[in-house]
């Protein structure tokens, strides 16, 4: 069985930073890219950062780049964001996913985690 579990959210200033984590399990974790998406209040999922299977390659939503970094252990099956320069506008629930960047993003389709909420809030 596929499992995805996010942790490391949490309430923070303005400015500040936190560092989310992915554990995953029931899968070759080093043979998938794999994404993070988020979901603000009252909006749809937004593509945040995908990273390749070989943690080689990455990419960024704009509203992102610069600040957040995606990387990953395939030792440890373990997905990581580090967020950086937290701004109120990054308020939202985070989800890791097993998938490659792609168009839209539905969580009834394909694996999810439970998510991880992140408040930037003074």
């Known amino acids: 069985e596929v499992q995805l579990v996010e942790s490391g959210g949490g309430l923070v200033q303005p400015g500040g930073s936190l560092r989310l984590s992915c554990a995953a399990a029931?899968?070759?974790?080093?043979?998938?890219?794999m994404t993070w998406v988020r979901q603000a209040p009252g909006k749809g999922l937004e593509w945040v950062s995908t990273i390749s299977s070989g943690g080689m390659a990455t990419s960024y939503a704009d509203s992102v780049k610069g600040r957040f970094a995606i990387s990953r252990d395939n030792a440890k099956s373990t997905l990581y964001l580090q967020m950086n320069s937290l701004k109120p506008e990054d308020t939202a629930v985070y989800y890791c996913?097993?998938?490659?960047?792609?168009?839209?993003?539905?969580?009834?389709?394909?694996?999810w985690g439970q998510g991880t909420q992140v408040t930037v809030s003074s």
């Open positions: 996913t097993r998938a490659p960047r792609l168009a839209y993003y539905s969580r009834s389709e394909g694996y």
């Open positions: 029931g899968f070759t974790f080093s043979t998938y890219a």
